[in-house]
């Protein structure tokens, strides 16, 4: 299993909140910007920002603006993409290695989610990651779903996960699903204890969603990758859409699927979000 390093967790609402900011100035520049700068318009000292930003991300913000320019998904796909052709010579199986997160995962049946979470209770929660807050829910099996709401708001990211079980009975208890992801977003690393992942979707959507687990970070790769390692090589399209249909951001990780041109393609969440996670942790790998 891939070495993962932790993710801050203490001050992360702070911290995030901070770094959004000097990432949408780095991300809109057009030229690098100078760590001064940065940090006058945070009002901060440089070698504090340098200390914050580096603790957040494991990099310097100098080196951190060359895993956010343009060409960055780009240059992924030339050097680091999996292609997937490992898994599906052993065939796609929550026995593989799950990326590099520490997760434990079972789908739920065709009939069962064909009835829209009928007879389900699902906790839901707001936390802080390192991509803003996050609505995480989860029934008694484990985490079914995540939305970040960086970009659509918050209204917005709780209306978008609820209407997918329609029947359903969600219920607000932050508490119930506090280790889990404590655990999922890396402070638990090494643990014996797994975060458990409960997939809810289609058959089809499934598959798709097991292969995007075998995605180590740090990595891409391609949605007519994702096509030919399910078994499926012509519906490229519809991979798409089930990528796009990911409830569980982050742990299912949607965000290492590019178009075969390098472009980054849609991304539920907000593509502003896509990039920060991609160079997040391709610049995590390289510390």
Request: hydrophobic share 45%; charged share 20%.
């Amino acid at each position: 299993m891939t070495q993962m390093h932790p993710i801050p967790t203490a001050d992360q609402g702070y911290h995030y909140g901070v770094m959004r900011r000097a990432i949408d100035l780095i991300d809109n520049a057009d030229d690098p910007m100078h760590l001064d700068d940065i940090a006058r318009q945070m009002d901060m000292s440089p070698a504090h920002f340098q200390r914050l930003f580096s603790r957040w991300v494991g990099v310097s913000p100098k080196r951190y603006q060359q895993y956010l320019m343009l060409g960055q998904a780009k240059a992924m796909l030339r050097e680091q993409t999996t292609t997937l052709q490992a898994a599906h010579s052993v065939g796609l199986s929550g026995t593989g290695r799950l990326h590099d997160l520490f997760l434990r995962w079972e789908a739920m049946s065709p009939g069962e989610f064909a009835k829209g979470g009928e007879g389900l209770t699902i906790n839901w929660g707001w936390f802080d990651s390192p991509f803003g807050r996050a609505l995480v829910t989860g029934t008694k099996k484990g985490i079914c779903g995540m939305a970040l709401a960086a970009e659509m708001g918050e209204d917005v990211a709780r209306e978008d996960l609820f209407k997918r079980w329609p029947h359903a009975q969600f219920v607000q208890d932050a508490d119930a699903l506090r280790p889990w992801v404590t655990t999922a977003f890396g402070a638990g690393a090494g643990a014996a204890e797994k975060a458990p992942l409960l997939m809810m979707g289609a058959p089809f959507q499934i598959k798709v969603w097991e292969a995007l687990l075998h995605i180590p970070s740090g990595q891409v790769t391609t949605y007519s990758d994702i096509a030919q390692a399910i078994g499926h090589p012509k519906a490229v399209r519809a991979v798409g859409t089930a990528v796009g249909r990911n409830p569980v951001s982050w742990l299912i990780p949607c965000h290492r699927a590019l178009r075969k041109s390098g472009a980054l393609g849609g991304y539920h969440w907000g593509l502003p979000v896509k990039r920060a996670m991609l160079a997040f942790e391709a610049a995590r790998a390289e510390a």
